[in-house]
């Protein structure tokens, strides 16, 4: 009698839906949870009537599943995991394919393959991504493992993938090996936090300059997400912007529940792994960053409230006579060059994790205009654009930056003046834009042939005689003897001050 298609290790809301995509698409399922009676539940309700069947002991579980075996764990990310592998390793045989569907950091899904290749069990880190809904009906997923084994999953994670609305391609690719899977859904969650920040500078401008209620925001990202801005975030944003407070206690109109939340922003961790992966990898990800650091300074609300009765600066003022519109078309143009810059540091950092280990990489083998093709539906991150975005690394793979392909250097250069005008404003009034500042400062920068960093280097070397390359001789690191007298113990000088110390690689740390 052939066995269940495919195997759910973790039966919470995410491990329940997306189980019960997998069968609504045609492979029976079996499934397990450490709780026996969640199982019993799941069985009993939800796959009740269903091409489901549950285990309580594990090994029972297994054996439930046709060979090669297909196993997706959904369980809490960290010591949850390994746990689970433990429990499930004696009863795998080689070949059987082993996923970790939480939201894992990829440095943790690379050791873990490591340690179960000898066995001969094929482990893959995969990224989910589309929350509840999305598991239910169709995520964006984002495997990475073997390749080979790949082809066996493959037939049933493109049937439960979201599919792209303009072409109905699924949301999925094999995303690279090792930890490839979890790094890209790790740079997805950093865009995603970075897209919030933006938006909410965009609303909190909006507000408390253009002096927009909250009826008149419903229809201004209503309005946005029927044009280039069109994604997931704008729409729910648009949701929740004007939603009634259920617990409002007047008789009057419905007061907006978003005034009532605690501005103190919680998270998980994923958008300070992307940072710390940009500062690993050298990779400048200045909007991810600020997002970051925006959530760690709503966390200090007391401090807040007490600087705010004491620190002199501007205060915000509603904007009087001008052209209201104009302003609302302005942060609408600055917002979308600021998302610009932040999938284009998203895509800096991908390219980056896919170059050789010796180039400071991890050697993914990723092909990258395959990763955003698949976040185009399914995921937090979708958005319109996003087949702008594919388009442009389906043309040039070895794009250096987005903001240098043709298409998207000239919307940019159509909304440039708005996205200074935007931030002038916020400075004048004293909003603090971060993820918009570290946006154009991004571009900015960028753009730039000449940075201020030979006076950076001029300091280092005289403090701490870590040398620097001449404008005339890059790749020849110089070091000069910047004091009036030379110490005993010095080495000689060579010409006007300078010691030729060769080449060599540029030394770090300061």
Avoid at 342 to 347: C, F, R, T, V
Wanted: proline share 6%.
């Amino acid at each position: 009698m052939a066995g269940q298609a495919f195997g759910v290790i973790g039966l919470e809301v995410m491990g329940r839906n997306i189980a019960m995509n997998i069968e609504r698409n045609g492979f029976p399922i079996a499934v397990f949870n450490r709780t026996y009676a969640k199982t019993q539940h799941f069985l009993e309700t939800t796959a009740k009537g269903k091409n489901a069947k549950g285990a309580e002991q594990i090994g029972d579980f297994v054996k439930l599943l046709e060979r090669p075996r297909r196993i997706l764990m959904m369980v809490k990310a960290g010591t949850a995991t390994d746990a689970t592998i433990q429990s499930i390793k004696p009863f795998l045989e080689p070949g059987d394919c082993l996923i970790d569907g939480g939201n894992a950091l990829y440095t943790d899904t690379e050791r873990r393959a490591k340690e179960l290749a000898p066995t001969g069990i094929k482990f893959f880190g995969m990224g989910v991504s589309g929350g509840e809904e999305g598991a239910l009906w169709g995520p964006s997923l984002m495997p990475g493992g073997d390749r080979e084994s790949y082809e066996h999953l493959k037939p049933i994670l493109e049937k439960i993938a979201a599919k792209a609305p303009s072409d109905g391609v699924p949301c999925v690719t094999y995303c690279g090996d090792g930890g490839a899977g979890h790094f890209v859904k790790m740079v997805h969650n950093g865009i995603e936090y970075g897209d919030m920040q933006l938006i909410a500078e965009a609303y909190d401008l909006l507000k408390n300059v253009g002096g927009l209620n909250n009826k008149q925001l419903k229809d201004v990202f209503g309005e946005w997400n029927r044009t280039e801005l069109q994604s997931f975030l704008i729409e729910v944003t648009e949701k929740v912007i004007n939603f009634p407070d259920p617990q409002d206690p007047t008789d009057g109109p419905p007061r907006p529940l978003v005034e009532q939340i605690l501005d103190v922003v919680g998270m998980k961790g994923t958008g300070t792994w992307t940072i710390k992966a940009g500062l690993d990898m050298l990779v400048p990800l200045p909007t991810m960053a600020a997002a970051v650091d925006m959530r760690e300074l709503s966390m200090l609300k007391g401090e807040r409230e007490a600087a705010s009765k004491s620190l002199a600066g501007p205060k915000p003022s509603k904007l009087t006579g001008g052209d209201l519109k104009a302003f609302v078309d302005d942060v609408k143009a600055a917002l979308y060059c600021s998302k610009i810059s932040s999938y284009a540091q998203g895509m800096a950092l991908l390219a980056a994790a896919n170059r050789t280990k010796e180039k400071g990489g991890f050697d993914f083998h990723m092909t990258l205009p395959d990763l955003p093709m698949i976040w185009r539906a399914g995921c937090i991150i979708r958005a319109v654009f996003l087949e702008e975005i594919t388009a442009a690394f389906k043309k040039n793979p070895g794009l250096a930056n987005l903001f240098v392909d043709d298409k998207f250097r000239a919307m940019v250069a159509a909304r440039e003046a708005a996205w200074r005008r935007v931030l002038k404003l916020g400075i004048d009034n004293g909003i603090g834009l971060p993820a918009f500042s570290g946006s154009l400062a991004y571009y900015d920068s960028y753009r730039r042939a000449r940075l201020p960093g030979n006076l950076i280097q001029a300091q280092r070397d005289y403090f701490g005689a870590h040398t620097y390359e001449r404008t005339e001789k890059p790749g020849t690191f110089i070091h000069t003897e910047w004091a009036a007298e030379q110490p005993a113990n010095e080495v000689p000088k060579e010409g006007h001050g300078a010691t030729q110390v060769g080449t060599l690689e540029h030394p770090t740390g300061d």
